[in-house]
């Protein structure tokens, strides 16, 4: 504790005597500082103790005494140390009456006593609470260490939140909560999600204060890592500012946890190196050599049912890497990610069922709506995204899936999504793929002459071939879908054969034709 007006007139040296603000007496002491001035305010920072000896003041005078103690008042001086026996036998009343008004403590200093003696009190006391705020400091260093080398983060808060005597909270890349202590504080720190993300825009190292009225508490927000982009946010709540103690506890636990969450460029070059070659060797059907080079890096999730992720952009991927990578922390999985040569492209293999590839499916879910809205990206959020999905596979089928990937990635490119399953392709249908210009083109060159023959009146060429084919072939069916006689239609047929020269009993030429048809429908 630092010192306070009433430690130094419990100070058994000092003999100092109270003669107003007896109730005010607990506020610390940041200096004591001398001056004779008749307005000492341009000189003072607040929190002072103004020893006077009132040499050129007028102490008698009741109005001058108020617009003195005022003053001092408003420039957060703490205390007045008046000296008797040097100019005024005893403090007057005009002086004790102000400073009982104004509510500021107002000290006797016997002639005895010298102001060195109380300056030295003061600076002795200020040293002996920074000595002790210094030594509390490496002691919680050291039992933060420790908690964090045997606890991991969790018991890291847990001894930041006891050093601070408040709570704390870790989030991860995204702004979620990864670990709070106490337990109760996860609802509070869950509160302040906005205040993190706010925070991660701005660039790194930051920091921000969150408090007034509508809060419970105090809370440092502050960011953890060492690049561009933050990888993690710490909170700490407090009922007031934090001391000199507690700000080292702070500091250390801050660089702890940049210790433990931001791993060496050289670290994770060497990973993605590992992991791209594990990727090759899987996709060219060598599972047990994959296993062997991953070692016990990825778990059983080479073993494990897995599906494979593709996410494509030109600005990067740095917005559903850090969506991936705050998810297999919060679920503790193994992911394999891999970067491909270009740049542009991020390889995502990650168990079926799996927080990764939920977090892909709500990072894309939100990049849709966000583009839906208009709005523009935040930054690191890829504008230009696109996600293809595989569906789930198994050790000796990561070629097929990367395939599968591949293709749901082209289909979404193509209709404008953030994300397509190839599940979905599977299970819905191919006429939604026909939307293509490279395929309606061939459509239209296929069916010209059938409409240009239609233009001169000459016969409904093209409706009576939807007709057909619709009917398989039945004649009957189609003529009388048509409304027409079958041998009309067959007559027709043999148009459509004369002018297309294909025969229709050949049936990739019937396919062909049925598909030029439904392409051009949905235009």
């Not at 007028?58 to 001092?72: F, G, H, N, S």
């Not at 050289?266 to 599972?287: N, Y």
């Not at 952009?313 to 297999?328: D, F, M, N, Q």
């Not at 390889?347 to 892909?360: I, T």
């Amino acid at each position: 504790m630092p010192p306070t007006l009433a430690s130094l007139v419990h100070h058994s040296a000092l003999k100092l005597t109270v003669r107003a603000g007896e109730d005010r007496l607990d506020v610390p002491v940041r200096w004591a500082h001398v001056s004779e001035l008749a307005d000492p305010v341009p000189y003072m920072e607040g929190g002072e103790l103004l020893l006077i000896t009132a040499l050129k003041l007028d102490a008698e005078d009741p109005q001058t005494m108020r617009r003195y103690v005022k003053r001092l008042v408003g420039a957060g001086v703490v205390g007045l140390g008046f000296a008797v026996g040097v100019n005024y036998d005893e403090i007057p009343k005009a002086l004790v009456d102000a400073a009982e008004e104004e509510g500021l403590p107002l000290l006797e200093v016997p002639r005895r006593t010298p102001f060195l003696a109380i300056t030295k009190a003061v600076s002795a006391a200020i040293a002996a609470d920074q000595y002790r705020a210094v030594t509390a400091g490496f002691a919680a260093q050291r039992e933060l260490t420790r908690q964090a080398l045997s606890e991991g983060p969790e018991g890291l808060l847990a001894v930041l939140a006891a050093q601070v005597d408040g709570w704390a909270a870790l989030y991860d890349a995204s702004g979620a909560v990864v670990a709070a202590a106490p337990e109760w504080a996860g609802r509070r720190a869950a509160r302040l999600t906005a205040d993190v993300e706010r925070l991660r825009d701005r660039p790194a190292p930051a920091s921000s204060v969150v408090g007034g009225p509508e809060h419970e508490d105090r809370v440092e927000l502050h960011t953890i890592g060492t690049g561009r982009r933050p990888r993690a946010a710490l909170a700490v709540g407090t009922a007031a500012a934090l001391g000199t103690a507690e700000r080292y506890a702070l500091h250390s636990a801050i660089a702890l946890l940049t210790l433990t969450t931001e791993r060496s460029r050289s670290l994770q070059a060497a990973e993605q190196r590992i992991g791209a070659a594990v990727l090759r060797m899987l996709l060219a059907g060598q599972p047990d050599h994959a296993r062997a080079v991953a070692g016990d890096l990825y778990g059983d999730l080479l073993d494990a049912p897995y599906r494979i992720v593709l996410a494509e952009s030109a600005s990067g991927h740095a917005g559903i890497a850090e969506a991936v990578e705050a998810a297999v922390a919060r679920s503790g999985e193994s992911v394999l990610v891999v970067p491909e040569a270009d740049g542009e492209r991020l390889v995502v293999l990650a168990a079926d069922g799996g927080g990764a590839v939920a977090a892909c499916g709500e990072y894309a879910a939100a990049r849709e709506a966000a583009r839906a809205g208009g709005q523009e990206p935040s930054a690191g959020e890829e504008d230009d995204l696109v996600i293809g999905l595989s569906a789930p596979a198994g050790p000796i089928a990561a070629a097929a899936a990367y395939k599968q990937a591949e293709q749901a990635l082209s289909v979404a490119r193509r209709r404008g999504r953030v994300l397509v399953e190839h599940e979905q392709l599977a299970a819905g249908s191919v006429l939604p793929l026909l939307a293509d210009d490279a395929v309606r083109a061939f459509a239209d060159g296929l069916l010209r002459a059938l409409h240009e023959h239609d233009a001169t009146g000459r016969g409904d060429l093209v409706a009576s071939l939807r007709a057909w084919l619709s009917r398989h072939g039945q004649w009957d069916a189609a003529a009388a879908d048509l409304g027409v006689h079958r041998h009309t239609l067959r007559y027709r047929m043999r148009r459509v054969e004369e002018i297309l020269g294909r025969s229709l009993d050949d049936p990739d030429v019937r396919m062909e034709l049925w598909l030029a048809l439904k392409a051009t429908s949905a235009e």
